[in-house]
């Protein structure tokens, strides 16, 4: 069982900038893709943005093209989004997501971080 452990969600300005972690226990699969999602009060979870451990190609929502980077450590095991330009409708918790195997059927959820954007 692969574990998530998110961090780094707080209050910021609108503006300001934020660095999301996300540790994942040891595993060993060589075919993976590694997302963060965001979840808004009232909302459904939406993808914010995804890399590829296979390709190395990142993907973004067009709400947070230009602000957002999304990258990896894997001598660490790491994933990390870095948030900046922060709006108050980037407000939500969000969730690191790892899914894995040659059809992507192991899926693994953190158990999220909230972020709040507001003055």
């Known amino acids: 069982q692969v574990q998530l452990v998110e961090s780094g969600g707080a209050l910021v300005q609108p503006g300001g900038s934020l660095r999301l972690s996300c540790a994942a226990s040891?595993?060993?699969?060589?075919?993976?893709?590694m997302s963060w999602h965001r979840q808004a009060p009232g909302k459904g979870r939406e993808l914010v943005a995804r890399?590829?451990?296979?390709?190395?190609?990142?993907s973004y929502a067009d709400s947070v093209k230009g602000r957002f980077t999304i990258s990896r450590d894997e001598a660490k095991n790491t994933l990390y989004l870095q948030m900046n330009s922060l709006k108050p409708e980037d407000t939500a918790v969000y969730y690191c997501?790892?899914?894995?195997?040659?059809?992507?059927?192991?899926?693994?959820w953190g158990q999220g971080t909230q972020v709040t954007v507001s003055s």
């Open positions: 997501n790892l899914k894995a195997g040659h059809f992507y059927e192991y899926d693994y």
């Open positions: 040891e595993f060993t699969f060589s075919i993976y893709a």
């Open positions: 890399i590829s451990r296979t390709t190395g190609s990142t």
